[in-house]
């Protein structure tokens, strides 16, 4: 799939969203709540997504609480859609929990 801030159509939101288990829409975002053995697990998770996000340049919302984590996406420069980018990066973060 090539990268691109172009909105999809829904049906593409529905296609590309089973090639991200985990994954769901949570209005216009595609969300994901991760769960972990301690706060640290997630704080260095959340850390990890940062790393993984600046280097796509596409920023998520991680909301980092005790024992979880939520990761929550929208394109901005797509009107607050989702476009490949959205479920690029969640494929990345996907593949740090093996």
Not at 41 to 52: E, K, N, P, Q, T
């Amino acid at each position: 799939m090539s990268l691109s801030y172009e909105k999809l159509s829904p049906s593409a939101i529905d296609e590309a969203i089973s090639g991200v288990p985990g994954w769901s829409l949570d209005g216009p975002a595609l969300v994901r709540d991760f769960a972990f053995e301690s706060y640290k697990d997630g704080l260095v998770f959340g850390s990890a997504v940062g790393y993984i996000a600046d280097a796509l340049n596409h920023h998520p919302d991680l909301h980092i609480g005790y024992k979880k984590v939520r990761v929550a996406m929208v394109t901005h420069d797509a009107g607050g859609g989702l476009t490949s980018y959205d479920f690029e990066l969640a494929r990345r973060i996907n593949r740090l929990l093996g």
